[in-house]
């Protein structure tokens, strides 16, 4: 039978659409779709569009899935909390830890061999007295003051020529090579010399040494 001569049925004969059931349903207009009230119209994308950053309506997101920042709303200062004093953490001094001496004072200090030399800093200043191809610091106090590091700058003293191989105390541990001389590649260093230092143990001080040029 042509579609033409099929009988018209009227509206009120057919099931209305439900969420168990199929049917007809009507499209919900866009004031229809803002009262956010109906359960008898649908609602299509074209209602979504009307909707979104009109008032009242829907926030809309922009291409990284984040609300524009004209759609945020305004907030009153009168509704933002005043900080005082009494909202602030109290510090105690006891929590705040101390800094060994030698931490905070890196002004170089006179050495002073067998003394508690790192308790007054972390660079050092030391005139060799002894022509001894050892340089004479002793055996440094280093309980307390692991992983301290510095410099010590060993000067000569008058008729103090030997050139220096090591220090006097098995509690400084040298690097490989580090007495070579630059100038020569033959162990000794001569003229001044310049330690850098590590604390690694309370029994143990790694370092490595090298000349200082003369002016």
Request: aromatic share 6%; charged share 10%.
């Amino acid at each position: 039978m042509p579609t033409s001569e099929l009988p018209v049925i009227p509206t009120g004969n057919l099931p209305a659409a439900s969420t168990t059931q199929k049917g007809i349903i009507e499209i919900a207009t866009n004031t229809e779709a803002g009262a956010y009230s109906d359960t008898g119209r649908a609602i299509v994308p074209s209602n979504l569009a009307a909707l979104r950053g009109a008032t009242n309506g829907l926030a809309s997101l922009d291409g990284s899935a984040l609300l524009p920042t004209a759609q945020l709303p305004t907030i009153p200062l009168a509704n933002i909390p005043t900080l005082t004093n009494a909202k602030l953490p109290v510090l105690e001094l006891a929590k705040i830890p101390t800094l060994p001496a030698n931490k905070i004072n890196l002004a170089p200090a006179t050495w002073v061999v067998d003394a508690d030399n790192f308790a007054n800093s972390a660079n050092f200043v030391y005139q060799q007295t002894v022509d001894s191809n050892a340089i004479t610091l002793g055996a440094p106090q280093l309980a307390g003051y692991e992983g301290t590091s510095g410099f010590i700058l060993v000067t000569r003293g008058l008729e103090v020529d030997t050139p220096f191989i090591t220090i006097n105390d098995t509690t400084w541990r040298g690097t490989v090579n580090t007495w070579v001389s630059p100038t020569t590649s033959l162990n000794g260093l001569t003229g001044d010399v310049l330690i850098g230092y590590y604390i690694a143990s309370a029994s143990s001080v790694i370092y490595t040494a090298s000349m200082v040029s003369q002016l």
